[in-house]
């Protein structure tokens, strides 16, 4: 497995181009970001429990892995059978091309038509492009090219897990999270698929303010605010015992963040999705869930950013 380091400032990534261009670090100075990988055979094993995946042509659950588009119903292979859906889209084990390299960049490629699994699944052709940075943040950027012959539906989104806490004389329970901009939620049903129009954000949900991990665990999706400044973070992991707060900033094209915070790991995922899981269902029951359609030939770019913050020494942020 070849892997690409890039670093600059102070800090290290470190990608997989072969293994659908995960993520396994991200160091700022001392402090290690990213809850990698331990090896290629555990990424095999558990896909989507490390790194950050790369969720495309949809992110999160597709709702039995089927769904209507143009008259056309397309089936999805079920990859997580417990509830029965198709989850986090299907290059997260593809083989990404190099394109371009340099100390503190990398720019991946992935040409649907040269991968056959994703060809005989996936029946809208596409360029996926990725565009990697470090210095002063982890920059990620993503280019999608529709090099079909047809309208394609598809969404973008990525699963960045992180220490929690970042360092080992931290505790879970006290890392914080904030998401101001997440004003509304998506209710969800037994099997984690969005029921209905998003509601408000309230009680344990409602995270304007730093609010504490506690006990509590989380797999829930909130809506962003549409007016919200995306130079601000959308949300942030807050460590005071290690004086850090990573944050996530993400263009206007990602309406849409998932809390994950498991309840049998000290990890915590703050996930930027341009759409809500489900979207192309619940677009075709006429809730808009940001479904994106892409015309033959159009190009559609989007980014975000994780970055590290130091806190203040009197612990507020």
Not at 96 to 112: A, N, Q, T, Y
Not at 114 to 143: Q, Y
Request: proline share 9%; aromatic share 8%.
């Amino acid at each position: 497995m070849e892997l690409v380091v890039i670093e600059a400032r102070g800090e290290h990534a470190t990608f997989a181009p072969e293994m659908g261009c995960q993520c396994f670090g991200y160091q700022v100075g001392a402090l290690d970001l990213i809850a990698a990988p331990e090896s290629a055979e555990s990424l095999r094993a558990h896909p989507f429990r490390s790194g950050m995946p790369i969720q495309f042509p949809w992110p999160g659950r597709i709702r039995n892995g089927v769904f209507t588009f143009a008259g056309r119903e397309i089936h999805l292979p079920i990859n997580e059978p417990a509830r029965g859906h198709a989850i986090h889209g299907l290059v997260w084990n593809c083989a990404f091309e190099v394109m371009s390299r340099g100390i503190d960049r990398v720019r991946m490629r992935l040409d649907s038509s040269t991968d056959a699994a994703v060809t005989r699944i996936w029946p809208f052709p596409f360029v996926l492009e990725i565009d990697l940075e470090v210095g002063g943040g982890l920059r990620v950027r993503f280019s999608v090219r529709n090099s079909g012959a047809s309208a394609m539906p598809f969404g973008i989104g990525a699963h960045p897990y992180f220490h929690a806490p970042l360092e080992t004389h931290g505790a879970r329970d006290a890392i914080e999270v904030e998401a101001q901009p997440a004003k509304s939620r998506w209710p969800l049903d037994a099997k984690l698929i969005p029921s209905g129009a998003p509601i408000a954000a309230a009680g344990d949900f409602d995270f304007s303010a730093p609010r504490p991990l506690d006990a509590h665990t989380y797999d829930d999706v909130f809506q962003l605010d549409s007016a919200r400044d995306p130079s601000r973070p959308c949300a942030r992991l807050i460590d005071r015992a290690a004086r850090c707060a990573i944050e996530i900033r993400a263009d206007p094209q990602f309406r849409d963040l998932v809390v994950y915070a498991p309840p049998d790991k000290p990890v915590v995922a703050l996930e930027p999705y341009t759409c809500a899981p489900d979207a192309f269902n619940l677009n075709s029951r006429g809730i808009d869930a940001g479904m994106l359609t892409l015309a033959p030939g159009a190009v559609f770019e989007a980014g975000f950013e994780i970055r590290a913050a130091e806190l203040a020494n009197s612990g507020r942020s």
